[in-house]
């Protein structure tokens, strides 16, 4: 990606000038006194420069992206097409080879699923009819561990606690109550999703050893959300020690395409076409879908999405030390790719 600044006209290069196509209106006056009128052509901008003259652009597009304007904006809709065909494919390259370390934990984690005994199996070894018996004792300690740990992180008044912290008053400790009672309603009445899905991330915690929440804010929504998210779902490098400093972490998701149309028209997304996308399959995928007894269509009306914490140095982005020079550190940013 180039970030051009300002060009005048001649170091554009372009045609000569048509004044009776451009039809500007430009006042003359002395320098530093100079205030341009608003172009009469679609698309032109007039700028004075320390020296008293001016530049016009013709084509002010053309520049590339511009570090000024609000944080959280989408620099999809600024950098050229280029430059993101380039970072895509960085980071697929990182994902599929993210993807390729774990496999034998995905081969693990579905032969777990099947020591469950949730899905009966008709037996052709030694003989045709022969039965099978898969032992409860898995189960029983994940639904043990399953009840146990709900009754004590979600107990019935909520499941948040405040504390004073320093010198403690009347006043403090007021609002420290409001403040508990508040969220522990927000949580139990407003998100109501937080329950069950709080619920389910505890069963498959005890059989996978890590499972995920991942709370933001819903656009589409207009509140804040708790969502599950399983082991399978999250891909990290092999050396990942914790998410907190990996430089790569992937969280894949299927989305309807009528709701991923909802938070591209909020503003979320790139306003791009998108068509429906082949199932996700892997062994865990495969194994979690024979427990509960269903199987992929090609009538699935959904996409599915890569959101990617990642560390990326973009060019005209870059991180820069006191002086304005980049110092070729990699800062964080969330690319989202839908696959193919």
């Known amino acids: 990606m180039t970030v051009q600044p300002f060009a005048s006209f001649v170091e554009r290069r372009r045609d000569p000038l048509d004044l009776n196509d451009a039809e500007l209106d430009i006042e003359i006056e002395m320098p530093g006194t100079f205030e341009p009128r608003e172009a009469r052509r ?7 420069d320390e020296e008293g003259g001016v530049v016009v652009d013709f084509d002010p597009l053309s520049r590339g992206p511009s570090e000024d304007g609000p944080f959280d904006r989408n620099l999809a809709e600024e950098l050229p097409d280029p430059v993101l065909a380039s970072i895509a494919n960085d980071i697929l390259s990182q ?21 469950l005994g949730f899905k009966y199996e008709e ?26 740990a709900f009754n004590e992180l979600l107990p019935p008044d ?24 508040f969220m522990n309603y927000y949580l139990m009445n ?21 499972t995920f929440k991942k709370v933001y804010y819903d656009d589409v929504l207009g509140r804040p959300v708790s969502r599950f998210v399983e082991a399978k779902d999250i891909v990290v490098p092999y050396a990942a ?8 972490v992937t969280h ?4 309807s395409l009528n709701d991923l149309r909802k938070q591209q028209v909020a503003g979320l997304y790139r306003d791009v076409d998108v068509l429906p996308g082949a199932p996700v399959q892997d062994n865990a995928t495969d194994a979690v879908d024979k427990i509960v007894g269903v199987k ?13 914490h990642v560390d990326l140095d973009i060019e005209g982005f870059e991180d820069k030390d006191e002086n304005g020079e980049p110092t070729g550190i990699r800062i964080p940013y969330v690319v989202t790719l839908v696959q193919g």
Not at 133 to 146: D, G, K, R
Not at 170 to 181: D, G, I, L, P
């Open 42 to 48: 679609e698309g032109v901008e007039i700028t004075e």
């Open 95 to 115: 994902y599929d080879d993210n993807l390729s370390s774990r496999k034998d934990w995905e081969d693990t984690y579905s032969k777990g699923l099947d020591l």
């Open 123 to 148: 037996r052709t070894k030694p003989f045709r009819g022969a039965s099978g018996v898969t032992h409860p004792l898995l189960a029983e300690a994940i639904t043990q561990f399953q009840a146990q």
């Open 158 to 181: 909520g499941p948040v606690r405040t504390a004073v912290m320093g010198g403690s008053s009347v006043e403090k400790e007021k609002q420290a109550q409001r403040v508990r009672e």
């Open 190 to 210: 407003v998100m109501e999703e937080y329950t069950p899905e709080f619920d389910q991330m505890l069963f498959y915690l005890p059989l996978t050893g890590s």
């Open 241 to 248: 020690s914790d998410l907190e400093t990996c430089p790569n």
């Open 252 to 255: 894949v998701s299927r989305i």
């Open 296 to 308: 992929p269509t090609n009538l699935d009306d959904s996409c599915v999405l890569l959101e990617c």
